[in-house]
């Protein structure tokens, strides 16, 4: 099923979420709308399918995948919840939240899921169309951003046949996304701390200190659009596409009235702009580091790393 070259991008009403089901319950490969960005879909209990997720994307085999459910009740069969995890589940879920709690041991997920770990990583996201298909499926689905390994996150379907055509089975269609950066990660410990591995939309903010684990796909080079970019950029020179934020215009602007929130969502989309621009080098306007403005400004560092780095 994957592997035939031909991807299949069908509308995401009823029948396209059905026909989605059944790609994925017999093994194959569906990218799928989230809040956030968009998912390559495979059952997360099954060993064939994850491989599949991993041979498409050419992800590293110890970049361990998030499991999504539909909310907390799905969730619980998984991991082990603290009394703290579920007071976040209950105030987030679902939400671009994604907890990374103690996996079970009759879990059943499949071991490259969690890539080895004793932990799993869980989110119920809050888009319909992605609600509607964990209903129909049933089974849990592991999903990483629906792109090849370490390029630009897809935000709308073009996005993802950008990277992926002819490696996947069917592309969902659910428009464009609305927060645009993936979701904020915490690690709810035993003893009830919290402590954020990746800033996302949800301002969890900086509790536990930040010195301690990352989590392991958080690579110095991602979300690389292919060429030079240069940060904190007020203006461009001759050869650089500039990407504008408030009173720094450009080629095209994250939001040319300073709103952080629709930077988040334009983000990906003007990186994927600018990587198909004709000049040679990308320029970027500053960002605050306040709200999801922190998570904008990891995702253009990564973005803006040399691939060996
Ligand atoms: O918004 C999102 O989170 C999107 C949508 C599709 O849900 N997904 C996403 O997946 O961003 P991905 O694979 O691009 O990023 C998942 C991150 C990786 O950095 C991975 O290392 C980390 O989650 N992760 C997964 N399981 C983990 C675990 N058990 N412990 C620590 N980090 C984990
Ligand atoms: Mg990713």
């Given at each position: 099923m994957s592997g035939k070259n031909v991807t299949e991008v069908r509308l995401a009403d009823a029948e396209g979420i059905a026909a989605a089901a059944r790609i994925l319950e017999s093994g194959g490969l569906v990218a799928v709308p989230t809040e956030t960005v968009y998912g390559l879909a495979a059952r997360a209990d099954s060993a064939e399918a994850v491989a599949r997720i991993y041979a498409a994307k050419g992800r590293p085999d110890f970049n361990p995948l998030i499991v999504h459910v539909a909310g907390l009740a799905q969730a619980e069969r998984y991991a082990e919840f603290s009394p703290e995890a579920r007071a976040l589940a209950a105030a987030h879920w679902p939400g671009p939240l994604t907890m990374v709690l103690p996996r079970r041991p009759d879990a059943g997920l499949a071991a490259a899921v969690t890539a080895g770990l004793p932990t799993v990583a869980l989110r119920a996201p809050a888009h319909p169309v992605m609600q509607a298909l964990l209903e129909a499926c049933g089974f849990p689905l592991a999903a990483p951003?629906?792109?090849?390994?370490g390029f630009i996150s897809p935000t709308c379907a073009d996005h993802v046949l950008a990277s992926l055509d002819g490696r996947i089975d069917m592309v969902l269609d659910g428009g464009a996304t609305s927060a645009g950066v993936e979701s904020t990660i915490v690690a709810v410990r035993a003893d009830g701390s919290v402590e954020e591995l990746r800033p996302g939309p949800l301002a969890v903010g900086r509790l536990g200190g930040g010195a301690g684990i990352e989590a392991?796909?958080?690579?110095?080079?991602?979300?690389?659009?292919g060429k030079p970019v240069r940060l904190n950029a007020e203006w461009a020179e001759p050869d650089e596409f500039l990407i504008g934020f408030g009173a720094v215009g450009g080629d095209t602007t994250l939001s040319a009235n300073g709103n952080l929130a629709e930077a988040a969502s334009r983000l990906y989309a003007a990186l994927h702009e600018a990587a198909r621009a004709p000049q040679p080098r990308i320029a970027v306007a500053p960002v605050p580091e306040e709200g999801v403005g922190r998570a904008i400004n990891d995702r253009l560092r990564r973005a803006a790393a040399p691939p060996d780095a």
């Amino acid at each position: 099923m994957s592997g035939k070259n031909v991807t299949e991008v069908r509308l995401a009403d009823a029948e396209g979420i059905a026909a989605a089901a059944r790609i994925l319950e017999s093994g194959g490969l569906v990218a799928v709308p989230t809040e956030t960005v968009y998912g390559l879909a495979a059952r997360a209990d099954s060993a064939e399918a994850v491989a599949r997720i991993y041979a498409a994307k050419g992800r590293p085999d110890f970049n361990p995948l998030i499991v999504h459910v539909a909310g907390l009740a799905q969730a619980e069969r998984y991991a082990e919840f603290s009394p703290e995890a579920r007071a976040l589940a209950a105030a987030h879920w679902p939400g671009p939240l994604t907890m990374v709690l103690p996996r079970r041991p009759d879990a059943g997920l499949a071991a490259a899921v969690t890539a080895g770990l004793p932990t799993v990583a869980l989110r119920a996201p809050a888009h319909p169309v992605m609600q509607a298909l964990l209903e129909a499926c049933g089974f849990p689905l592991a999903a990483p951003s629906a792109n090849r390994s370490g390029f630009i996150s897809p935000t709308c379907a073009d996005h993802v046949l950008a990277s992926l055509d002819g490696r996947i089975d069917m592309v969902l269609d659910g428009g464009a996304t609305s927060a645009g950066v993936e979701s904020t990660i915490v690690a709810v410990r035993a003893d009830g701390s919290v402590e954020e591995l990746r800033p996302g939309p949800l301002a969890v903010g900086r509790l536990g200190g930040g010195a301690g684990i990352e989590a392991p796909g958080q690579l110095a080079s991602h979300y690389a659009p292919g060429k030079p970019v240069r940060l904190n950029a007020e203006w461009a020179e001759p050869d650089e596409f500039l990407i504008g934020f408030g009173a720094v215009g450009g080629d095209t602007t994250l939001s040319a009235n300073g709103n952080l929130a629709e930077a988040a969502s334009r983000l990906y989309a003007a990186l994927h702009e600018a990587a198909r621009a004709p000049q040679p080098r990308i320029a970027v306007a500053p960002v605050p580091e306040e709200g999801v403005g922190r998570a904008i400004n990891d995702r253009l560092r990564r973005a803006a790393a040399p691939p060996d780095a």
